[in-house]
Every structure is written in structure tokens, then in C-alpha cells.
């Protein structure tokens, strides 16, 4: 086998190595206890690896440098491929911006009436949580015809809020 072939193959290893990654999510880092705090994950072994091969494949290609100059320039593009991942892989961790909405961000909101509402009984409204219509059961101290337009005045459970009508 020539250099060329292995250098394609550690490629080849590395992107497989990533498809992996995806299903073995956090196996070596389980297995190190955190030791390397996601250094040893696979995405990022996956990276050196991906890199270090088909940057040694495009030297042995293209230049005359040989398999030393293949391994001098592969390796440092391997190390950068696998800090890259490394770095990308803690932002998406640390991005707290995806905090699932909960019952307080509901009161104010405006909706309708699904199911009319009797005097202190229930009906159900149809609220926009987080862009998305989501159905709740309603309760209000007056009777609220179906259609009408709501405010969301306090949640009573996961799945249950009281209201008011909107008044024009």
C-alpha cells in the first residue's frame, strides 16, 4: 500500500469515526469520568483524525514534500480541525438560549376560546406558547362564549390556566 492510501484511509476512518459520534454520543467521555472535559470526545478525535488524512492526502498529492511533509502539514491542520470541533461542540453545550418555556411565561397572553367557558367552570382555550398554539383548559369567574378573545390573567396547573375577556 502506498502513503497516499493510508493517509485517504485515516480520512475515511475519521468521518466514520464522526458518523459514529452521533450514535455513541458521550461514550468516551463516560468512560473517562470528565477526565478530559470533551478533549477525548469523538467529534473531535473524528476531526485530527479527518483532517490529519485528507490534508496529508492533498500534500502527498499536490507536492513534492513527501510523507514527512504530508505528517508535518497533517498534523497541525488535524490538531486545528479537532480544537475547532472542541470549541464548537461547548458553545452549542453552553448555550442556555434554548430554556424551555414554562407556566409563567403564559400569563398576559392572548387567545381564544376553543370550548365556551361557564361561570366559574372550564372550557379550553387555544394560547400561542413560544410562537406554537398550544390548547389549555380555561377557567373564568364569568361566562366566556366560544371565539371570544382572552387574556391569560394566571396558570393553574401544567395543563390548566384561568382567564378574562378581552375588553374593547
Not at 475547532?84 to 387567545?111: C, F, K, Q, T, W
Not at 365556551?116 to 379550553?124: F, H, K, S, T, V
Not at 383548559?137 to 375577556?165: C, F, K, M, N, Y
Request: overall charge negative.
Amino acid at each position: 500500500m502506498d502513503d497516499m492510501t493510508w493517509f485517504l484511509g485515516l480520512g475515511i476512518a475519521g468521518v466514520v469515526l464522526l458518523a459514529l459520534s452521533v450514535v455513541l454520543d458521550g461514550l468516551l467521555e463516560g468512560l473517562f469520568d470528565g477526565l478530559f472535559d470533551g478533549l477525548l470526545s469523538l467529534p473531535v478525535i473524528a476531526g485530527f483524525v479527518s483532517m490529519l488524512g485528507f490534508s496529508g492526502a492533498i500534500v502527498l498529492g499536490t507536492t513534492g514534500l513527501g510523507t514527512p511533509g504530508a505528517v508535518a502539514v497533517g498534523i497541525p491542520a488535524g490538531a486545528a480541525a479537532g480544537w475547532a470541533a472542541y470549541r464548537l461542540s461547548r458553545a452549542l453545550m453552553d448555550d442556555s438560549s434554548g430554556a424551555a418555556p414554562n407556566g409563567s411565561d403564559l400569563v398576559g397572553s392572548a387567545g381564544s376560546v376553543v370550548t365556551a367557558i361557564p361561570a366559574g367552570g372550564y372550557g379550553e382555550v387555544l394560547v400561542r406558547l413560544a410562537g406554537q398554539p398550544v390548547k389549555f383548559a380555561a377557567r373564568s369567574e364569568v361566562p366566556v362564549a366560544r371565539g371570544t378573545e382572552i387574556w391569560v390573567d394566571r396558570t393553574l396547573s401544567h395543563t390548566a390556566v384561568s382567564v378574562r375577556p378581552v375588553e374593547h
